[in-house]
T-cell receptor, first 114, second 115 residues
Framework: QQQVKQSPQSLIVQKGGIPIINCAYENTAFDYFPWYQQFPGKGPALLIAIRPDVSEKKEGRFTISFNKSAKQFSLHIMDSQPGDSATYFCAASRCGNRDDKIIFGKGTRLHILP | NAGVTQTPKFRVLKTGQSMTLLCAQDMNHEYMYWYRQDPGMGLRLIHYSVGEGTTAKGEVPDGYNVSRLKKQNFLLGLESAAPSQTSVYFC??????????????FGPGTRLTVT
């Protein structure tokens, strides 16, 4: 019940295309859903996050879509660029619980072709 | 602010040797974490700490020990290294806002090879 399932494992998209990465969770107590971006040789960094009280959140070219009833959320990258090539992790957690931890998906390696 | 720093950046150990990885953060964060990252496995939590003097086990704690004697430092120890511990290790720290949201800040990683 603590898992976050992420797909696909890897993705290749032409420049300008819209890669979509999907995640599903089981624990209905989760109420915070961040996405982290990791470039080769670097640590992950927060990209965008959403709470379940909204169905969509946009920050620049990055959009999270959230479906509470299906327990799924996804990351869309508009007008993708070669510089977006990275590994993306979705995650889920319960906010405010002192002993709680973020549960990460296994990651998606994204490559944007020039 | 340096954020989260890790030392060393690279290390090669022989089976059975011991070592300590140091993580330091200058953001006054309460929470600190140690993860390992292996191909296809994502980020797996080893141990974590919700405050100075406290530690707790994560998903894959066996073979590792930790200590949080100072709020800004979180140490990860390998008492007897095994080849299965070859991995990239990331330290992270986080805070909790009034609304409950929290972001994890990651260090640059330590690449450990055990031969």
């Amino acid at each position: 019940q603590q898992q976050v399932k992420q797909s696909p494992q890897s993705l290749i998209v032409q420049k300008g295309g819209i890669p979509i990465i999907n995640c599903a969770y089981e624990n209905t107590a989760f109420d915070y859903f961040p996405w982290y971006q990791q470039f080769p040789g670097k640590g992950p960094a927060l990209l965008i996050a959403i709470r379940p009280d909204v169905s969509e959140k946009k920050e620049g070219r990055f959009t999270i879509s959230f479906n509470k009833s299906a327990k799924q959320f996804s990351l869309h990258i508009m007008d993708s660029q070669p510089g977006d090539s990275a590994t993306y992790f979705c995650a889920a957690s319960r906010c405010g619980n002192r002993d709680d931890k973020i549960i990460f998906g296994k990651g998606t390696r994204l490559h944007i072709l020039p | 602010n340096a954020g989260v720093t890790q030392t060393p950046k690279f290390r090669v150990l022989k089976t059975g040797q011991s070592m300590t990885l140091l993580c330091a953060q200058d953001m006054n964060h309460e929470y600190m974490y140690w993860y390992r990252q292996d191909p296809g496995m994502g980020l797996r939590l080893i141990h974590y700490s919700v405050g100075e003097g406290t530690t707790a086990k994560g998903e894959v704690p066996d073979g590792y020990n930790v200590s949080r004697l100072k709020k800004q430092n979180f140490l990860l120890g390998l008492e007897s290294a095994a080849p299965s511990q070859t991995s990239v290790y990331f330290c992270a720290s986080s805070y909790v806002e009034a609304g409950g949201l929290y972001e994890q800040y990651f260090g640059p990683g330590t690449r450990l090879t055990v031969t």
